[in-house]
Structure formats: structure tokens, C-alpha cells
């Protein structure tokens, strides 16, 4: 359906129509998804209107008719998260955790450390680091420079 559809610029430019929250024109998804021309914008546009997820209104701008799903991104209000960034605040918890713990044996004596467990601790920072890495470079992808450097947010 429209998900598999979503992808590569089309998705940018559908997650710039959804951030921005009120109509826009060729030209102001040109700039704010990063486009090369108002001609590659266009046919984005348009195969968004043909999946039904955008239409034009009155003044020929586009507006949001339907917020659809995303594989494997999650909407945050109007932002599109990837999936991986979430894993990697788990890992996140988790390493805060473990850290906490070997503190807690430093200053607890009665606390004692095994080996696998810093073991197990530096696992949980390389997953933890992984996810946000590959979530961050999934995020530029669908959030270019030039959206974070737009004053008009």
C-alpha cells in the first residue's frame, strides 16, 4: 500500500508536508526537503496525491489528507522518528543502570562486580551507540539540514 510507496525523497517530502502543518507550494517543498528542482518536487507531490495521502486545495497548494504509518519510523507529533532511535534510549536506560550499579559497588563494599557483568555493561554501549548512530543517519535522511536551518519551524 502506501507504505512500501514511502521512501527516498517521497518520504522526505511527506514528512515536510506533514511537519509543516499547513499548505505549501512546489517551491516551498523544493527548498524544505532539500530537492534539486521544483520539477523533482512535483512529481513527488504528485505520487503522494495519488497514494491519497496529500490533495490540493483551492489556491493549488498541497495539504495533508491523511497521516499514514511509516515502516520502521514512529510519528512524534509532527516529527518522523525512527524506530532505531527508541531502541537505543533503551540501551541508553540500561547502560545508565549498569553504570549506576558498578558506582554503587565502588562505594558499597558489600556490592560485588562479576566480570561478565562489565562485560555485559560494555555490550549495552556498543548496542546503545550502534541504534543511534543508524537512527541518526536515518533521521538526516528524512530531516535535511535545510529544514533545521529554516527559521520558519
Known amino acids: 500500500m502506501a507504505n512500501e510507496e514511502l521512501e527516498g525523497n517521497t518520504?522526505?517530502?511527506y514528512a515536510y508536508i506533514v511537519h509543516k502543518g499547513k499548505p505549501v507550494g512546489t517551491r516551498?517543498?523544493?527548498r524544505g526537503a532539500n530537492l534539486s528542482s521544483p520539477s523533482?518536487?512535483?512529481r513527488h507531490l504528485q505520487?503522494?496525491?495519488d497514494l491519497g495521502?496529500?490533495?490540493r486545495n483551492q489556491y493549488g497548494d498541497y495539504v495533508l489528507k491523511e497521516k499514514t504509518s511509516v515502516s520502521g519510523h514512529i510519528w512524534v507529533g509532527k516529527n518522523l522518528v525512527p524506530r532505531l532511535m527508541f531502541y537505543s534510549f533503551f540501551f541508553m536506560g540500561a547502560f545508565s543502570a549498569e553504570?549506576?550499579?558498578i558506582l554503587l559497588s565502588c562505594v558499597v563494599g558489600s556490592v560485588a562486580i562479576d566480570a561478565s557483568f562489565l562485560f555485559l555493561t560494555g555490550m549495552t554501549l556498543v548496542a546503545m551507540i550502534l541504534f543511534l548512530v543508524e537512527?541518526?543517519?536515518l533521521?538526516?535522511?528524512i530531516n535535511p539540514k535545510t529544514r533545521a536551518d529554516n527559521p520558519e519551524k
Open 53 to 55: 495521502l496529500i490533495e
Open 40 to 42: 523533482v518536487a512535483h
Open 28 to 30: 516551498d517543498v523544493t
Open 139 to 141: 533521521r538526516r535522511k
Open 47 to 49: 505520487k503522494l496525491e
Open 99 to 101: 553504570i549506576a550499579l
Open 135 to 137: 537512527g541518526t543517519q
Open 11 to 13: 518520504l522526505n517530502v
